[in-house]
Antibody
Framework: EVQVVESGGGVVRPGGSLRLSCAAS????????MSWVRQAPGKGLEWVSG????????GYAGSVKGRFTISRDNTRNSLYLQMNSLRGEDTALYYC?????????????WGKGTTVTVSS | QSALTQPASVSGSPGQSITISCTGT?????????VSWYQQHPGKAPKLMIY???NRPSGVSNRFSGSKSGNTASLTISGLQAEDEADYYC???????????FGTGTKVTVL
């Protein structure tokens, strides 16, 4: 079964750090780009970051640029999101998603998400 | 990068057809045939319904169809069913960043 499973969410104080992980299975991981998408409580979807198959192309939303770092380990079939200098507005459910085609950017496999809460 | 514009809500009766619009600019929706649509039921992860404007992934009902004209993309749901009640988001490739941009989301209600 093709799936991605997120982990690493939790409660963190403003200014703190957290590292999210995403374990992929059921497909050839290094054939695909991957993305992180978040959804604040009661709000819409926001593309956070994306990385191509070998890590050579990475992108970030303006709201997280300079604070978040996306990476991947193709030997472990895993995607990561290092989040530093966290703010209240980063509180959200974070989804890991497979990019079906890097050119067109559609997300064809989604995890269930991991919750990040930034609060003092 | 601003979100694409969708109507906040659309409703219809069972069996009817509804259309959700998604308006962007020539730098995203209008510039590329790279619009996708996602369905999200409450408490669930989004699900890809349409990619590259009008393509349906395997397993998605043919009651869902997509199109584009200029800077506006559309998702049409025909033969509306109770299970179609959900939030729907469009998304597009954009020249601005190495990522996509989502729409504001539309809540579909089946009356």
């Amino acid at each position: 079964e093709v799936q991605v499973v997120e982990s690493g969410g939790g409660v963190v104080r403003p200014g703190g750090s957290l590292r999210l992980s995403c374990a992929a299975s059921g497909f050839t991981f290094d054939d695909y780009g991957m993305s992180w998408v978040r959804q604040a409580p009661g709000k819409g979807l926001e593309w956070v970051s994306g990385i191509n198959w070998n890590g050579g192309d990475r992108g970030y939303a303006g709201s997280v640029k300079g604070r978040f770092t996306i990476s991947r380990d193709n030997t472990r079939n895993s995607l990561y999101l290092q989040m530093n200098s966290l703010r209240g507005e980063d509180t959200a459910l974070y989804y890991c998603a497979r990019v079906g085609s890097w050119d067109s950017g559609y997300l064809d496999v989604w995890g269930k998400g991991t919750t990040v809460t930034v609060s003092s | 990068q601003s979100a694409l514009t969708q109507p906040a809500s659309v409703s219809g009766s069972p069996g009817q057809s509804i259309t959700i619009s998604c308006t962007g600019t020539r730098r995203d929706v209008g510039g590329y045939n790279y619009v996708s649509w996602y369905q999200q039921h409450p408490g669930k992860a989004p699900k890809l319904m349409i990619y590259e404007v009008s393509n349906r992934p395997s397993g998605v009902s043919n009651r869902f169809s997509g199109s584009k004209s200029g800077n506006t993309a559309s998702l049409t749901i025909s033969g509306l069913q109770a299970e179609d009640e959900a939030d729907y988001y469009c998304a597009s490739y954009t020249t601005s960043i190495t990522l996509g941009v989502f729409g504001t989301g539309t809540k579909v209600t089946v009356l």
